[in-house]
């Protein structure tokens, strides 16, 4: 893997802003970079991302990893290396390419009961293609699972995302615990969302973690979201944009 690539993902409590923030990153880096590679990975098997950025995915990694193991277990065994190259053949037909990103989705496995199989093969598929690219995005599923089962191992920015809730900072702290073992980032960062009243921000525990920025409640964000538009037509002068661009200068991305 390239040691330039920067891999930024966004983690924590479900309903905090990570995919909204993950579209609006997308949005900032396509603006800034036009000439650079920038991936787009929705991780989350509840599929927010796409929808944020205006895409409708028809291959996942999900979609790939059955087809292979069908192929496997219909007697069709290839050498290991085989089925490698099957599978980075693959992946990029599921890669969609939009104006000045790509994008790539996990997807909903169908079979009941664990995610861990796909997770595992996204961890593969993170290591295989972010070399390709400049910067790598992605949205995380809520929680902890991800980290815990090392999908995050090569993320260089861990973003930390909550709202001004206990509960949102203490799924922070907890994932900071993990990943501190588990995560080889080079850097990782604090985003609170929805701020409602700037006074909140003088007592929040904000856990030792530097603080990137405390972005206000946006109702221009709640509009597009209304409305089912793309984060990527966001103003530019729209607070969730403004506040992330400072955020990711602060974080050394922009
Ligand atoms: N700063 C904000 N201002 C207003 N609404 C927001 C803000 N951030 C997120 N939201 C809204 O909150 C909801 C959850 O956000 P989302 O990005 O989907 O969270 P997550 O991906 O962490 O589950 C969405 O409806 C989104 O539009
Ligand atoms: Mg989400």
């Known amino acids: 893997m390239s040691r330039n690539t920067k891999i930024i993902a966004l983690t924590g409590k479900g309903g905090v802003g990570k995919t909204s923030i993950s579209a609006a990153l997308v949005k900032l880096l ?5 000439d650079k590679k920038i991936l787009a990975i929705d991780a989350d098997p509840a599929i927010g991302l796409a929808t944020a950025l205006g895409i409708e995915p028809e291959l996942t990694l999900d979609n ?12 069709k065994t290839q050498e290991a290396m085989e089925l490698l190259s099957e599978s980075r053949y693959k992946i990029a037909e599921a890669v969609v390419e939009k104006d000045g990103f790509a994008f790539l989705a996990i997807g909903r496995p169908e079979s009941a009961g664990c995610y861990c199989r796909v997770n595992s093969y996204l961890k593969d598929v993170i290591t295989m293609i972010s070399g390709q690219f400049d910067y790598v995005v992605i949205d995380g599923e809520a929680g902890i699972e991800q980290i815990n089962r090392r999908v995050m191992e090569k993320v260089t920015h861990l973003l930390l995302v909550s709202d001004t809730s206990k509960k949102g900072l203490e799924v922070i702290k907890t994932i900071e615990n993990v990943a501190m073992d588990l995560v080889q980032y080079d850097k990782i960062g604090l985003i609170v969302n929805r701020v409602e009243e700037s006074s909140m921000m003088e007592r929040l525990d904000t856990k030792g973690l530097e603080l990137l920025a405390a972005v206000p409640s946006d109702k221009t964000l709640a509009m597009y979201d209304f ?9 530019d002068d729209s607070l969730v944009v403004v506040y992330i661009r400072e955020a990711m200068q602060r974080f050394g991305i922009l």
């Open 227 to 235: 409305e089912g538009r793309s984060i990527t037509e966001l103003p």
């Open 30 to 34: 396509v603006q800034a970079f036009p």
């Open 64 to 75: 790939i990893r059955n087809e292979i193991v069908e192929n496997v277990e219909g007697g």
